[in-house]
Structure formats: structure tokens, C-alpha cells
């Protein structure tokens, strides 16, 4: 299995309040990707990072951010916490540009 | 974005029984991949195709890159109850185009359900 881990696996929150979603890898690959799962709507890329303070925009980043100072971590954050940011968020991990990911466990966010 | 239609959504197939499902793209992939998703875990790769008309094997799974670069198809043969999950499809425009995969464009997913 691909050493990625991401944590808290699950998380409760009130609307309103700041969530970060850790993302960790022991692979040294390159690139590094957060996406949500949503029913209906399979997996959305929100953010993704190609090195060391390296990211850009994915396909629905609105109402979120991320950073990369380590090789290793890769932190989702969420400023203010809405409904509508419910899901289930995956971090993935690839060493190429082949799009041969490997997918973290998940992290279940509620957001109340 | 670039969209992909996969289907069927879902299926409840008898175990021993063969699988087929497929995907369509109104856009040129140079990539497909599958993706076999267990419940409550992330998804894991089965198969990657990287060539029109390539036909690739996995075990029991097979699966080709269709010639016109618009649809891929994944067979399951002699069904097992562990082949349970949602199997996305993805595909990418573009390899080694120094961007990252970012480019990838998951399916909906197929639902599969095995009765023993």
C-alpha cells in the first residue's frame, strides 16, 4: 500500500468554523491532490500541488485553500466552514504525471 | 470541464457471471484508467491504458482504449462476491504534458453488487 495518511478520518464542525484536512505521505512523490466525493457527482479535484509550495486551482476550489511547505504534507483548509462542504474529502498522491493516483483512506467532514 | 458518461450507474449481477461497463467521452483521451472503489475506503487502481486499442488484463478484469480515443470498457469476468464496489473510469487528455494530473476526469462510478 501507498504511504499516504490523512487525518482526522472523521470530523464533525458548526458552520462558520475553520477545518484543516491533513494529508500525509512517506512515497517522496511530486504531486499531491485533494478531492471531494460527493453522491452524483464522483470525484471533483479541488486543489493540487506539483512541488514544495507549489499548488494551483482544481475544479472547485471556491471556499477552500491549501499549502505545501514539506514534501510530505499537503493541508486542506477550509477558512469558514459551510453546509455545502460536506463530504468526503481523499488526498492522493502520484510520483508522475501519468495520472496513476494512489488514494489516502478519506476524511468524512460534517459540517452542521 | 470535460465530462465523462459512465454506465450503467448500477448493477446486480449473479455471482460467476460476467461484467461489462463502459465509458464515453465527447473529448480525446490519450489515458484511461479504472478505479475500484471499496466502501468506507479510497479508490485503488486496477488498470491503466495508454494506447487507442490496447486490451489489458488484470486477473479476471480486462480492459481496452477504445480505437476513436473517446471510450474505454472494463470487463469482469466469472464474478466473485469481493468484485463488490463502485468502479470509476478516468481519463486524461494529456501524458507527460509537464502539467500534472490535475487533467484527470473521473466518471460518476458503476455500482456493483454481487448476489451469492
Known amino acids: 500500500d501507498a504511504g499516504i495518511t490523512q487525518s482526522p478520518r472523521h470530523k464533525v464542525t458548526e458552520t462558520g468554523t475553520p477545518v484543516t484536512l491533513r494529508c500525509h505521505q512517506t512515497e517522496n512523490h511530486r504531486y499531491m491532490y485533494w478531492y471531494r466525493q460527493d453522491p452524483g457527482h464522483g470525484l471533483r479535484l479541488i486543489h493540487y500541488s506539483y512541488g514544495v509550495k507549489d499548488t494551483d486551482k482544481g475544479e472547485v476550489s471556491d471556499g477552500y485553500s491549501v499549502s505545501r511547505s514539506k514534501t510530505e504534507d499537503f493541508l486542506l483548509t477550509l477558512e469558514s466552514a459551510t453546509s455545502s462542504q460536506t463530504s468526503v474529502y481523499f488526498c492522493?498522491?502520484?510520483?508522475?504525471?501519468?495520472?496513476?493516483?494512489?488514494f489516502g483512506e478519506g476524511s468524512r467532514l460534517t459540517v452542521l | 470541464g470535460q465530462q465523462l458518461n459512465q454506465s450503467p450507474q448500477s448493477m446486480f449481477i449473479q455471482e460467476g457471471e460476467d461484467v461489462s461497463m463502459n465509458c464515453t467521452s465527447s473529448?480525446?483521451?490519450?489515458?484511461w484508467l479504472w478505479y475500484k472503489q471499496d466502501p468506507g475506503e479510497g479508490p485503488v487502481l486496477l488498470i491503466a491504458?495508454?494506447?487507442?486499442?490496447e486490451l489489458t488484463s488484470n486477473g479476471r478484469l480486462t480492459a481496452q482504449f477504445g480505437i476513436t480515443r473517446k471510450d474505454s470498457f472494463l470487463n469482469i469476468s466469472a464474478s466473485i462476491p469481493s468484485d463488490v464496489g463502485i468502479y470509476f473510469c478516468?481519463?486524461?487528455?494529456?501524458?507527460?504534458?509537464?502539467?500534472?494530473?490535475?487533467?484527470?476526469?473521473f466518471g460518476k462510478g458503476t455500482k456493483l453488487s454481487v448476489i451469492p
Open positions: 491504458l495508454y494506447k487507442a486499442g
Open positions: 492522493a498522491i502520484s510520483g508522475q504525471d501519468t495520472g496513476e493516483l494512489f
Open positions: 473529448s480525446i483521451f490519450n489515458t
Open positions: 478516468a481519463g486524461q487528455p494529456d501524458r507527460y504534458s509537464g502539467a500534472g494530473s490535475y487533467q484527470l476526469t
